[in-house]
């Protein structure tokens, strides 16, 4: 669990480094925009993440459209 | 000639429809079509087109209205800019929400028949290193890459359906043995796949020949339903009924064929045909969630957004589904309602409804000028 953590930080970290270059080319006008899309992205990452690295038995996107539809599912699956 | 980095032309555009359907239903629609159809799920396959016209039908009418927006700016020129930006942005989740079921889809099959001891997040890492190398390289690779692996994809297929005409013994009758409703429901899962026609309508404003969409449109869902109609017929004459207990049929389909020396063995071809299909889908659709998203937020270069959406979209793909079953039966059940009943039929219709209505009250009535282009 501890390695998959140092290896998620790290590679938050070198992608921080990496896009913060690529971000500096855009206009200026921009930056501030792209910085809000890029941390809203990184964020959301941390769901699915965390559920990886601490193993977690949290319902997933998957279940949860599968909770939704079950009315219907249920029918398809009477035929 | 090279063409400009962001125009795509109509045969990039005819593969890229056929590629995005038959990609990854080639090896999985012939077992979830016969779970509810049995033998007769080669008409449900046939009914598809008509899920496919439609789809594809509404997009090409949007875009007609509003030629030089993409699928997620059209609901901005239609509903306003905050409703608009919100209809766009849930295309966007969408569209990453399908991505990370083709990345774990093509994690699937790899990690159950080929390489079982490898931990699945391996084969997602390499996957998601090529898609971003592609989508940083931007739309035309995307189409050219497709249209190169597509003739591949193609032409293994033909040679599996071709080689397993010895083995196809086992007739497809009754004609409609249990009646119309079986086929009917057994068309709502392949229906939902082919209706993924709508993607197209991403790329249509940077299409050369505009004037053709329609055709090209209609010929892409016609030449992939043919395709995925001749899958389900061999899988149903080969395998029968038991089509459904399989989870990759036409995998199963492939390893029987042995005709001489020569034609045996081409189970591993569906792994080139798999991993090709699987990679030119999840490239596309990774492509167009991460320009949707930095049209949505009206950026002016969506590259920085590739490297943390390919992690959201790898994370998403590790938490979608436990093992290679519970994977079929959300893609067989789940998720066909999840696109047929918002994003693939019912938000186009309602998108195009109230563009005429607006169009007819006069509110409307020029073409949208140029809508604002950050495609690479």
Redesign the interface.
């Known amino acids: 669990m501890w390695v998959k953590l140092m290896v998620w930080i790290v590679l938050i970290i070198a992608v921080f480094l990496y896009e913060r270059t690529q971000i500096k080319k855009l206009p200026a006008h921009a930056r501030s925009r792209v910085w809000f899309v890029y941390w809203v992205i990184q964020i959301a990452a941390l769901w699915p993440m965390t559920v990886l690295i601490f193993e977690l038995k949290i319902t997933s996107h998957t279940q949860f459209l599968e909770n939704i539809y079950q009315p219907l599912v249920s029918l398809l699956k009477k035929k | 000639m090279a063409v400009p980095n962001n125009h795509i032309t109509s045969v990039q555009v005819f593969g890229l429809i056929v590629s995005q359907i038959l990609g990854t239903s080639f090896l999985v629609i012939p077992g979830t079509v016969v779970k ?1 159809a049995g033998v007769d799920a080669w008409i449900s396959s046939i009914l598809t087109i008509f899920y496919g016209l439609f789809s594809g039908w509404l997009v090409v009418r949007l875009f007609r209205l509003y030629p030089n927006a993409t699928l997620v700016q059209i609901p901005e020129r239609i509903l306003g800019r905050w409703l608009g930006k919100a209809v766009g942005f849930s295309y966007c989740v969408f569209f990453l ?1 399908s991505n ?2 083709v990345i774990r889809q093509g994690g699937a099959l790899i990690t159950t028949v080929f390489l079982p001891e490898t931990p699945l997040i391996v084969i997602v890492i390499c996957y998601m290193a090529v898609v971003i190398y592609v989508a940083k390289a931007g739309m035309e690779v995307v189409a050219r890459t497709n249209l190169m692996l597509l003739a591949l994809l193609i032409f293994s297929v033909f040679i599996i359906l071709i080689a397993s005409i010895e083995n196809m013994d086992i007739p497809l009758l009754p004609i409609a043995g249990e009646g119309w ?2 086929i009917l ?1 057994g068309s ?1 899962a392949p229906g939902s796949w082919v209706s993924q026609v709508i993607m197209v309508g991403m790329v249509l404003p940077y299409l050369q020949h505009k004037e053709h969409a329609m055709k090209i449109m209609a010929s892409g869902v016609i030449f992939t339903c043919i395709v995925q109609t001749l899958i389900t017929i061999v899988s149903l004459a080969v395998l029968g009924s038991q089509t459904e207990a399989y989870l990759f049929p036409v995998y199963d389909v492939a390893k029987l064929i042995e005709i001489d020396i020569l034609w045996r063995r081409l189970d591993v071809m569906i792994v080139v045909m798999w991993i090709a299909g699987v990679f030119v889908k999840m490239a596309f659709w990774f492509y167009i969630a991460v320009v949707g ?2 049209q949505v ?5 969506y ?3 590739v ?3 390919a ?2 979209s790898g ?2 793909a ?4 436990a093992n290679a079953a519970d994977l079929s039966e ?1 893609l067989g ?3 066909p ?2 696109a047929l009943t918002i994003f693939e039929m019912p938000l186009p219709m309602l998108l195009l409804m109230i563009a005429l209505i607006r169009r007819r009250a006069g509110g409307n009535k020029k073409p949208l000028a140029g809508g604002r282009s950050n495609v690479g």
């Not at chain 2, 937020?297 to 270069?301: K, V």
């Not at chain 2, 590790?318 to 589904?321: K, P, Y």
Request: glycine letters at 2%; zero cysteines.
């Open positions: 509810f929400i990370s079921t409703k079986p429901i709502i998203l930095s937020f009206e950026l002016p270069d590259r920085p957004l490297i943390p959406l992690i959201l994370g998403l590790m938490i979608s589904a959300y059940l789940v998720w309602f999840f």
